[in-house]
């Protein structure tokens, strides 16, 4: 089964703040994504990775940066967090660059006040 | 607008009972995938489709790429299916996976 975990589970930041969440799986899968879950929209996809130094825009990447520094690891950057993006956060990873089963972390609940 | 489009919302079951979620796309899915999200939060797949279908235990699910939809039937429904179940789909032209906004599903004794 394959292994993802999110640092950290929960996380309260002020606003103007940097917040780094991180993202660690241990099947060597080459791809990688950065979920946001807020009521009513679902999972939106933030930014994801086809592999270690690459990382590419999702549907909403406006105010996150990501980094793939290896293949185990995806972190997602709030450079100026902003109440706006107080959420759960999902990371993800799989196999195959045209998406195959995707294996998620247990999330991170971030709250900016 | 939504690419992906799930119904119910919300449903509520009676053990024992069967159902079906449903998830239409507006535009071309080339694969399909279900996940349900138990009350802790976590998210489990449970089928990966490209077009046709998959059974799991009490679990099958569809996937009509040329009528662009897909769904999701439960037999004989017990209290741990409860929970929020989502639809996602691999979109042609597209690289990533699009989300529905789920069906809370509750099971009642």
């Known amino acids: 089964e394959a292994a993802v975990t999110q640092s950290p589970r929960n996380k309260v930041a002020v606003t103007g703040g940097k917040v780094t969440l991180s993202c660690n799986q241990t099947?060597?899968?080459?791809?990688m994504y950065w979920y946001r879950q807020d009521t009513g929209h679902g999972l939106r996809l933030i930014h994801y990775?086809?592999?270690?130094?690459?990382?590419e825009k999702g549907d909403i990447p406006d105010g996150y940066k990501a980094s793939r520094p290896s293949q185990e690891n995806f972190s997602l950057i709030l450079e100026l967090a902003t109440p706006s993006q107080t959420s759960v956060y999902f990371c993800?990873?799989?196999?195959?660059?045209?998406?195959?089963?995707?294996?998620f972390g247990a999330g991170t609940r971030l709250s900016v006040l | 607008g939504d690419k992906v489009k799930q119904s119910p919302s919300a449903l509520s079951l009676q053990e024992g009972t069967n159902s079906a979620l449903r998830c239409n796309f507006s535009i071309a899915a080339t694969t399909v995938q279900w996940f349900l999200q138990n009350p802790r939060g976590s998210l489990m797949n449970l089928f990966y489709?490209?077009?046709g279908t998959k059974e799991n235990g009490r679990l099958k699910s569809a996937f009509d790429s040329k009528e662009s939809y897909s769904t999701l039937h439960i037999r004989d429904a017990q209290l741990e299916d409860s929970g929020t179940y989502f639809c996602a789909a691999l979109m042609s032209n597209y690289n990533v996976l699009y989300f529905g906004s789920g069906t809370k599903l509750t099971v009642e004794p």
């Open positions: 489709l490209v077009p």
């Open positions: 099947n060597n899968h080459n791809n």
């Open positions: 990775s086809y592999g270690a130094g690459s990382t």
């Open positions: 993800a990873s799989g196999d195959g660059w045209r998406q195959n089963t995707l294996y």
